[in-house]
């Protein structure tokens, strides 16, 4: 699986949009991109996923370059519950593992 | 539904003791994960299993041991711990699908070993 690189920490200030960037370079044709997040010391909640295509939920938008060469989570109005940190993971959708890098730390300031 | 289930929620040990991990899902998912965390870091995979009656070693498997008892059930068993081992253990599972491969995680287990 394709590796991803992510900064240890943003700040976002409450009410606008969170823009959360992941490089995964070597990322290969039928590789997916997942986003998840930890809250404190909960275990990890999936977000939103993607191959090609934008993709949105009632969560998040994930934005995939043309190249997929990254991609940029969006939280379109971050509130102080968003405060987490956010996990960019890159593999194939029949692979059996999950790895998960140190992810970008969100502090959502009022 | 209560998704994925870890049991204990907290646990001390002596260096040296054994326990078991215990964890369980009820989402009809072929595969289960158990990942270690440690303070400030990431999730580190030990071991997973991507169907009943298989098991496959992660990043981290030394000192450690699992079973796939069934389709839902899902163990790791510290034989001999070590302080190294102190860390936050989640189990997770996944179901099938292109596009459905998606994890979800357990509570956690916050193991402390003396």
């Known amino acids: 699986d394709a590796k991803t690189t992510q900064p240890p920490s943003m700040d976002c200030a409450e009410g606008r949009a969170a823009n959360l960037p992941c490089n995964h370079s070597?990322?290969?044709?039928?590789?997916?991109v997942y986003w998840y997040r930890q809250i404190h010391s909960q275990g990890p909640q999936y977000i939103i996923h993607?191959?090609?295509n934008n993709e949105t939920n009632e969560m998040a938008s994930l934005i995939i370059t043309e190249d997929r060469k990254s991609s940029t989570l969006i939280l379109p109005h971050a509130t102080l519950r968003d405060t987490a940190v956010y996990y960019c993971?890159?593999?194939?959708?029949?692979?059996?593992?999950?790895?998960f890098g140190t992810g970008t730390s969100l502090t959502v300031i009022p | 539904n209560a998704g994925v289930t870890q049991t204990p929620k907290f646990q001390v040990l002596k260096t040296g003791q054994s326990m078991t991990l215990q964890c369980a899902q009820d989402?009809?998912?072929?595969?289960m994960y158990w990942y270690r965390q440690d303070p400030g870091m990431g999730l580190r995979l030990i071991y997973y299993?991507?169907?009943?009656?298989?098991?496959d070693k992660g990043e981290v498997p030394n000192g450690y041991n699992v079973s796939r008892l069934n389709k839902r059930e899902f163990s790791l068993r510290l034989e001999s711990a070590a302080p190294s081992q102190t860390s936050v253990y989640f189990c997770?599972?996944?179901?099938?699908?292109?596009?459905?491969?998606?994890?979800?995680f357990g509570a956690g287990s916050r193991l402390t070993v003396l």
């Open positions: 997770a599972s996944s179901g099938q699908g292109t596009g459905a491969n998606v994890l979800t």
């Open positions: 070597t990322i290969s044709g039928n590789e997916y």
């Open positions: 993607g191959l090609k």
């Open positions: 993971i890159v593999r194939l959708p029949t692979g059996n593992q999950f790895y």
């Open positions: 989402m009809n998912h072929n595969s």
């Open positions: 299993s991507a169907s009943e009656g298989t098991t």
